[in-house]
């Protein structure tokens, strides 16, 4: 604040005005009529806003005819106080004093310690050479000082405020960043990155509030990811400590909230969780570390949507019926609800018009897949809802084989041919797979006819174009696979290893069976799909 430099000064001064020994016999002498405040007039009413900071907002005059060549302090206190505690708010050694805006309410905040939005009575005098002048009460109403940034600096950062790090504007004045630190790292904060003026530190004698007079660094943490948050609506900060748990599990209505039934999440990457579900109307549920109970269950912050915290949580909730990919990040203690009821890929195949996008097989829940012929150079990226960019999804430019929603890339470069576009949300992952093109015929070979390929291999159904079908009769456990030719293994399908429901030609699993019975196969050469249904 443009007051704090100021304040420094005159605290150090008013510091040294009170502490006289006693021994001197100092003593302040009542108001001669001489010796008298002109302006502001006692009662006077001011109320400061955030605009015009530059004018002058309180002026004080006197007369002091037979005070020659002193040194004038003007002190305030809060009235009722007979200033017992005094606050020197300047010097001078004219006839009047100003503060501007900026300057007063800054003083009112920083030095008075007023609340801000608050009227509050203040007492002024005038004191020079052992006399002092009569008192005047004024009303004065402080402004909350809203801050559009803020910035944590440290070592780091090597203590640079031009390469100090963002944090997130969270709401008024509330702001929060996720760091690693390393042992011995120290911080504080500042409200720009371009110099010290206004530095924040924590409170020496009282552990969780900000000062930024005679702070210090915030320090003293072992090696770890730390969640950081400041108001300064209450000048307090916290420090929280990411733990990412092993496992993560989903409970709720959609489960009974039941943990021993609770849905175990993926974990994508490091602290990130993922999983597919589908919900109805009112679904609420909450997320485990376990699912053998309820000890250190996270759930929503009723104060910053889309956090998560362990304490005082709401259940997730508020989603219509439908299908949704729930992400939850331990490295930012945040979590997502994306619908994927849909998926579509739009890019320079179709002129990156979202209105034709081309729609994707559903394979399974939160996977879908389509065949593409892809020429060289082509670049594209996933769309949740035709014709909108909203949510749309691309590849993670960190992960490889990934996808995210924000900072994301096309994907790109492929080599001309036919492909498998397959995206898999349980695991946010993606998969562009070579295949040789649609069959015009499909056998079955697999463990229910001891893995015979010859011309008794039965034959699936072509039902439209690309699309095949059979039942057939299976044991609990069988493993099967297709061929385009009965007797020949060149150029067989199965599963993809890392997404259920899709087919793949490169190192695909056999499609396996845990109940005996007669089973429904589809095979569809447009989408890249696969289903298998007890009849």
Not at 132 to 155: A, R
Request: with cysteine.
């Amino acid at each position: 604040m443009k007051y704090l430099n100021k304040i420094i000064v005159l605290l150090v001064f008013s510091m040294a005005f009170i502490a006289c020994d006693e021994n001197e016999n100092f003593e302040i002498l009542p108001a001669q009529e001489s010796f008298q405040i002109v302006t502001p007039s006692n009662g006077s009413v001011i109320v400061l806003n955030d605009t015009n900071l530059d004018n002058n907002a309180l002026f004080i005059s006197w007369e002091a005819n037979n005070q020659t060549d002193a040194t004038f302090n003007v002190e305030a206190a809060k009235t009722g106080t007979d200033f017992a505690t005094s606050y020197l708010i300047g010097t001078t050694q004219e006839s009047s004093f100003g503060l501007t805006v900026d300057e007063l309410n800054d003083f009112l905040l920083d030095v008075m310690d007023l609340n801000p939005e608050e009227a509050s009575s203040i007492d002024l005098r005038i004191s020079a050479n052992e006399n002092v002048s009569q008192v005047v009460s004024v009303i004065l109403t402080p402004y909350k000082v809203e801050y559009s940034e803020f910035y944590l600096v440290g070592s780091l950062t090597g203590w640079d405020p031009a390469t100090s790090l963002p944090m997130t504007n969270t709401g008024f004045n509330t702001f929060e960043i996720t760091v690693d630190l390393a042992d011995g790292d120290a911080f504080k904060f500042l409200p720009q990155n371009t110099g010290w003026d206004g530095d924040w530190g924590k409170d020496p004698n009282n552990d969780g509030s900000l000062i930024s007079e005679g702070e210090q660094d915030l320090s003293g943490f072992t090696a770890g990811k730390y969640k950081i948050n400041i108001d300064l609506n209450t000048f307090t900060y916290t420090v929280e400590e990411i733990t990412s748990p092993g496992e993560l599990y989903i409970v709720g209505s959609l489960n009974g909230w039941d943990p021993a039934n609770a849905y175990p999440m993926n974990l994508v990457s490091e602290g990130v969780f993922a999983l597919a579900i589908d919900i109805t109307d009112g679904t609420e549920f909450k997320f485990l570390p376990q699912n053998t109970g309820w000890d250190g269950d996270w759930g929503s912050d009723p104060n910053n949507p889309g956090s998560i915290i362990q304490d005082g949580e709401n259940n997730v909730s508020g989603y219509a019926a439908g299908k949704y990919v729930v992400i939850v990040d331990y490295n930012t203690l945040t979590f997502n609800v994306s619908s994927v009821n849909s998926l579509n890929v739009v890019g320079s195949i179709n002129g990156w018009d979202n209105g034709s996008a081309l729609q994707m097989g559903e394979a399974s829940l939160g996977v879908f897949s389509l065949v593409m012929d892809l020429p060289d150079g082509a670049e594209f990226k996933f769309l949740p809802t035709l014709g909108s960019w909203d949510g749309d999804w691309g590849a993670d430019p960190n992960n490889d084989g990934m996808v995210v929603q924000d900072g994301e890339n096309n994907l790109s470069g492929f080599a001309a041919g036919k492909y498998i576009v397959s995206v898999n949300f349980n695991t946010l992952s993606y998969n562009v797979s070579s295949i040789t093109g649609a069959p015009s015929s499909v056998f079955m070979v697999g463990s229910f006819r001891g893995w015979s390929n010859d011309a008794d291999n039965p034959e699936f159904t072509q039902t439209a174009d690309g699309v095949f079908e059979i039942t057939q009769a299976l044991g609990a456990g069988d493993e099967f696979k297709f061929v385009p030719v009965a007797g020949s293994w060149d150029n067989d399908w199965g599963q993809s290893n890392a997404s259920k429901g899709v087919l793949e030609q490169n190192s695909e699993d056999n499609v396996k069976v845990e109940t005996a019975g007669n089973y429904k196969i589809t095979l569809n050469f447009n989408t890249g799909t696969l289903s298998v249904s007890l009849q």
